[in-house]
């Protein structure tokens, strides 16, 4: 008697990581969406072709449901009101969203009550991109034992030697980002240091990005779409006029982007 035995094929399973840019709305979310639709209106392929994050934990539970729904939308009485204010309105949040072109992929802090069956995943253990840390943090000695020196950070810059054309984006998330030409409308840098531009900057500038607030952002001919340092954000209409096509440098300087002239 012959025995034959059949082998399951098997189903071969990858990891891959994946940049995501992250939203975090704040309360009142009238207000927030409309610096939103700003940004949006401002530069438009911000979110283009992006894994977007919603992060939920500047939301207080009590205003979610009134603040999408508008001033002038019926209140439900009694405990229904208590039940339906304790659960946010993550489903309209994504469809907001949704329809200004934003599609989110998961759903960061939020208790997994609050998502149903057809909204994103719940996401859990995010972390920002690594980043050279802004400045060295003080050791707590608990007892009286030899602290070995840190290692010296080797440079990690890149330099690169042609223009930046439309369309086209470079993230360096290790360093500085250098280019000894002019960065084209549409063309977009991310660097985790600092960013130098040797010719014209009329495209999106991002330093910092990853929690280094000193970092800063140089160049000779300032006509930029959208400029940023760790987290805050300057479109072209609110910069100052005087500094267009002018030599400039950006840096933090507290909750605030500072421009100035470099002639």
């Keep these: 008697m012959t025995s034959i035995s059949l082998t ?3 189903l071969p399973l990858r990891g891959r990581s994946f940049r995501a840019l992250v939203l975090a709305p704040e309360t009142p979310l009238g207000d927030w969406f409309s610096h939103l639709d700003a940004l949006v209106q401002r530069s438009p392929t911000l979110f283009s072709e992006r894994a977007v994050i ?3 934990s500047g939301l207080a539970k009590d205003s979610l449901r009134g603040d999408a729904a508008g001033p ?14 304790a659960t946010p309105d993550i489903a309209g949040l994504v469809d907001e969203l949704k329809q200004r072109g934003i599609r989110i992929m998961g759903v960061e802090k939020a208790e997994p009550a609050w998502l149903g ?3 994103p995943p719940l996401l859990s253990g995010g972390r ?21 020196p840190p290692e010296p950070r080797k440079p990690n810059s890149l330099v690169l ?19 000894m030409g002019s960065v084209a409308s549409g063309a977009e840098i991310l660097a985790g240091g600092s960013i130098h531009v040797y010719g014209a900057l009329r495209g999106r500038a991002i330093a910092g990005a990853g929690g280094n607030p000193r970092a800063r952002i140089c160049c000779r001919k300032f006509e930029p779409e959208l400029i940023g340092i760790d987290g805050l954000f300057r479109t072209a209409d609110t910069t100052d006029p005087k500094l267009r096509k002018k030599a400039v440098q950006v840096w933090l300087e507290g909750e605030t982007l500072r421009i100035a002239a470099l002639d």
């Design 8 to 10: 399951r094929p098997s």
């Design 54 to 56: 919603l992060d939920v």
């Design 72 to 85: 002038e939308a019926a209140e439900p009485a009694g405990d229904d009101h208590d039940a339906a204010a």
């Design 117 to 119: 069956p057809a909204l």
């Design 128 to 148: 920002p991109a690594a980043m050279a840390e802004p400045e060295a943090k003080a050791l707590e000695v608990k007892a009286p034992e030899a602290v070995k």
């Design 161 to 179: 030697e042609t223009p930046l054309r439309s369309g086209q984006s470079v993230y360096h998330p290790e360093g500085d980002v250098t280019v």
